[in-house]
């Protein structure tokens, strides 16, 4: 059957995995001061337990004094939070499941709607949000060494502590993609450029500082968008050669797998071929590549802020394209946010157990 292609193995260096189906870094807010509490743990273990293949964490931020801007982010960084993400760990392997933090620094961010702040102001490339949004610095040159070294410590400490990859969080506006982004990347030093080529050297200094800390034989996946929060249908790379002009000094660098975030998967990525992005970025650097936008999901994830609810719907197309070799793995976030079981009910062809996705499950973990 046609969905035996989800449920065959993955493996890659440090990877074993059961299935191809991954559980998308989802941000829940639920560490108080950056700690993971037990139920924290038992959240993941359960997806571990029900059959998930590779789970990512939430993002989980390194070790800069304003790289978050809810207290309620759990840190990867400091001797209590990293000992939650020990019991998270060690439980997720009790139950069979594999398991890599997302580290994140989220950058330039507009204030939390709590009025919290952190101890100094947001940085990035140029102090900005967005284009004319200043909210921030802008990062020297030391800024910039010492996060590099964050990244590299929290990736060390993952790999410390026993977990199976790492995902270096270069996506959605957060600060490795304020690099990428001319618009908030005007920087006229050895970090900036005119080309998104020139405005990668901020990652590729990360990825390659990663593998130097956790060796060559463990998993290094780079989550990356297109889009932009404040613009859905803006592109960095605008034609497949812009693409690999970007894409190959990242692998090149380090990378083993391109997590390439979408709104809606099945949307094509350039004219003339209906191939998504993680087909593309595949196909132009011969990379692993996880899939990820409304799997099994009537609408997309910024519309459940407005309070749209979305429905189960079929998944026929995800694997059509899986058979035919476009991608390697999936990435499921609403509907195992709402569901531990999705996995096991898609293996047993149980649809009509399949739940839908309202806002009211981002208050809680289930």
Sequence with gaps: ???????????????????????????????????????????????????????????TVINRPSSSNDPNIPHFYGEESLKGWQKVIQGVHQAGGQMGPQIWHMGVMYNHHSGWVPPVPFEGPSGLNKPDFTNGVTMTEKDIYDTIAAFGQAAADAKRLGFDCVEL?????????????????????????????????????????????VGEDFTIILRLSQWKPQDYTFKLTKTPQEMEAWL???????????????????????????????????????????????????????????????????????????????????????????????????RDERTAELKGFTKEALGALL
């Excluded at 920087?187 to 005119?194: A, I, L, Q, V, Y």
């Design 1 to 59: 059957m046609k969905k035996d292609i989800l449920f065959q193995p993955f493996t890659l260096k440090s990877l074993h995995l059961r299935n191809r189906i991954v559980m998308a870094p989802m941000t829940r807010s639920f560490s108080p001061n950056g700690i993971p509490t037990e139920e924290v743990a038992t959240y993941y273990s359960k997806r571990a337990a029900a059959q998930v293949g590779l789970i990512l964490s939430e993002g």
């Design 169 to 213: 969080h270069g996506a959605h506006g957060y600060l490795i993609d304020q690099f990428f982004w001319e618009g908030t990347n005007l920087r006229t030093d050895e970090f900036g450029g005119k080309t998104v080529v020139e405005r990668s050297k901020f990652a590729i200094e990360v990825i390659k500082e990663v593998r130097r800390r």
């Design 248 to 346: 190959t000094p990242l692998a090149d660098a380090g990378v083993d797998i391109f997590h390439c975030s979408q709104r809606r998967f099945w949307d094509s990525e350039f004219d003339g071929s209906d191939l998504n992005f993680a087909g593309w970025a595949k196909k132009l650097t011969g990379k692993a590549t996880i899939t990820v936008g409304s799997i099994g999901l009537s609408g997309e994830f910024l519309a459940a802020f407005k309070g749209e609810s979305s429905q189960p719907q079929s998944i026929e197309q995800l694997l059509e394209r899986m058979d035919r070799g476009e991608f390697d793995l999936a990435a499921v976030g609403r509907s195992l946010l709402a569901d531990p079981n999705w996995v096991e009910k898609i």
